[in-house]
């Protein structure tokens, strides 16, 4: 067995057993935690197939940026909002939640089914090409996909004031019940 074909394993691996951890655990703290593992195997998945700059992004964005978020979130708020308290009259079925997986899994298996894959495009003699990838992303983002690119990051400024609003909003009314 190839030095890469172990690599790829245990990298999916560090990705699929901290998922189920993910599930399964009931505090949000270790969710975070479990998922911080995860996504690390994702982040080295990308690496491995040549995908530098989503690599990156994942680190970045997704570990650094929403895990710090999220447990930063439960330490202001000394709450933890997955927990359902035994008097809650409204409990999940479990039979809604093996529907929805379902669902997603049939929509996920048509989209990748129905995708023409071009395989031989990035590799070269069976490997792959091992070109950096944020170049070519940098140069279609800022000229062909430039307008697209400014309508997210609008969107994502108009998302991120109406949060701050409804924090804030939500702060007030505490104050005034009070």
């Known amino acids: 067995m190839e030095f890469e074909t172990i690599v790829f394993y245990a990298l999916a691996v560090a990705t699929v057993i901290p998922a189920f951890g993910v599930m399964m655990a009931k505090d949000i703290v270790r969710v975070a935690f479990w998922l911080l593992a995860s996504l690390s195997g994702v982040a080295g998945l990308f690496i491995m197939l040549d995908a530098d700059f989503l690599g990156v992004t994942q680190v970045l ?7 710090v978020l999220i447990l930063f979130g439960i330490m202001m708020t000394h709450r933890d909002p997955v927990l359902v308290s035994a008097d809650d009259d409204r409990r999940r079925s479990p039979f809604t939640g093996l529907l ?3 669902m997603t899994f049939g929509a996920l298996m048509g989209v990748i ?14 490997k792959l090409s ?3 990838t944020a170049a070519p992303l940098g140069k279609a983002l ?6 697209p690119f400014e309508i997210v990051s609008v969107l994502l400024l108009v ?3 109406g949060a ?3 924090a804030r909003r ?3 009314e505490e104050a005034s019940n009070a």
Do not use: M
């Open 100 to 102: 929805v997986s379902l």
């Open 159 to 161: 998302v991120l004031c």
């Open 170 to 172: 939500g702060k007030d």
């Open 142 to 147: 800022l000229t062909d996909y430039v307008l």
């Open 113 to 126: 089914l129905g995708t023409g894959w071009n395989v031989s495009g990035g590799l070269a003699n069976g």
């Open 130 to 132: 091992g070109e950096p």
């Open 61 to 67: 964005v997704y570990i650094g940026g929403i895990l």
């Open 164 to 166: 701050a609003y409804i």
